[in-house]
Nanobody, 123 residues
Framework: QVQLVESGGGLVQTGGSLRLSCAAS????????MGWFRQAPGKERECVAV????????YYADSVKGRFTISRDNAQNTVYLQMNSLKPEDTAVYYC????????????????WGQGTQVTVSS
């Protein structure tokens, strides 16, 4: 089992940056793909980024490609999401998730979820 705790959300102006962190507890963090998802009010949850177990593969939703960067530190059991050039449409609750090798930016399936952190981008 994996417990996930996100941090780093907040209020930022359009064009600003935020870095989200997700600390994982439990064994075998490096055996999971990790992903960042978001859900805006009235909208379905969507996956914005996924990173493979080793960190060698990174995948992004088209809406964030070129602006967001996912990374992980397996020694620290932590996954990050660097968000640059933020837009008001990026406003959402962001969730960290752990899953198997089928986790991708085209699905919202995951094995374990964090509690979420709010990101608000003001115009």
């Amino acid at each position: 089992q994996v417990q996930l705790v996100e941090s780093g959300g907040g209020l930022v102006q359009t064009g600003g940056s935020l870095r989200l962190s997700c600390a994982a507890s439990g064994r075998t963090f490096s055996s999971y793909r990790m992903g960042w998802f978001r859900q805006a009010p009235g909208k379905e949850r969507e996956c914005v980024a996924v990173i493979t177990r080793s960190g060698g593969g990174k995948y992004y939703a088209d809406s964030v490609k070129g602006r967001f960067t996912i990374s992980r530190d397996n020694a620290q059991n932590t996954v990050y999401l660097q968000m640059n050039s933020l837009k008001p449409e990026d406003t959402a609750v962001y969730y960290c998730a752990a899953g198997g090798d089928t986790m991708s930016v085209f699905t919202t399936a995951a094995g374990y979820w964090g509690q979420g952190t709010q990101v608000t981008v003001s115009s």
